[in-house]
């Protein structure tokens, strides 16, 4: 059968592909505008009829239309304690995804209300390493014999449950700006690190940072029998790394760094360190959403960047320093389709909601979670600066 030629600029699934595509940080099927004219301005008026009653969190990765109504943007965890550090606000907007906001309410006083304008806004790496998951591995430790020795550490991204499961076997919350930090901490206090749920995090840091091989990591599968370990292999190991990954970092390769250095002379490669091993290691710089954006801030006029991070914040980067030639790494542009739930119509009803005197979509954690959640935070806290 002949493949039907068509007219248009689209590519339909498995019917080729476009050579010349270019790189950039315009997306062809970019997000349409809201159906309603007026909602920006009803934002504004529920914003403005709210007062200091509501502090609004924008994550670095939402789209535009939202993160102009942000008193205050950031990562997750800065964005978690500015919640904290705002008791005289009773109600906490946060506009980020599902594990962000219980960060917030656990970190939040009691009268302080945290909502997610959509409760579908979650995230695949989180979703990745589940309570019972967890409880389950850490039986297969214990049937190893080495579970005493082992310190868990999780990533930011991550549930209130992990968290909570962290904090009950005495280990910490790292973010991808400390995760070093984090895990000298661990190793001072046992001998193995049990890292959730970033595999990618957990392997860049041990490798790169602190001169493990990457032999000296084994990676832990909660979906076949025993992790798909030996035994051997969880003693021999000094770090067990959790099989999970973040969907937008996950996608960029080592082609993605090869391509764009053939095709923009001098350009600078600049990736997450969610990003697989081998792309960071043929990047030239790698660091933390704050670090990327304070890297092209500070960066000469004229110069190239190829960012591996999430398309909303690079498409905001490029936007911002016009005087430099900012690009998204991958060829093929993604958002992060959870973080992009929250859109301006949720917003919209979340602001009109509170000005009503409703609370909707509040994110609650449980007093026992949260209190197991906040030894583990408060641990991370505490770590040697």
Known sequence: MTTPVRDLPLLFLGEGADPASERGVDCPGDLPPASDPALVERARAAKEALGDRVFVLGHH????????FADVTGDSFKLARQAAARPEAPYIVFCGVHFMAESADILTADHQSVVLPDLAAGCSMADMATFDQVEECWDVLEDAGIADGVVPVTYMNSSADIKA???????????????????DWAYGKGEKVLFLPDQHLGRNTAVLEMGFALDDCVVYNPHR?????????????????????????????????????????????????????????????????????????????????????????????????PDKNVMFLDKTVCFCSTMNRIDLPHLVRSLESLAAGEVVNRIQVDEETAHYARAALDQMLALPS
């Open 61 to 68: 990765y939402q789209r535009d239309e939202v993160i102009q």
């Open 165 to 183: 499961f962290v904090g009950r076997h005495g280990g910490t919350v790292c973010t991808s700006s400390n995760a070093k930090r984090a895990l």
């Open 225 to 321: 029998p025993d992790g798909g370990l030996t035994q051997k292999e969880l003693r021999d190991a000094k770090m067990i790394l959790w099989r999970g990954h973040c969907s937008v970092h996950g996608r960029f390769s080592k082609e993605s760094v090869d391509e764009v250095r053939d095709r923009v002379p001098g350009v600078n490669v600049l990736v997450h360190p969610e990003c697989r091993h081998e792309v960071v290691l043929g990047a030239d710089l790698i660091g933390s959403t704050e670090y990327i954006i304070k890297t092209i801030e500070a960066a000469p006029s004229g110069s190239s960047w190829a960012v591996g991070t999430e398309l909303n914040l690079v498409r905001r980067l490029a936007n911002a320093h």
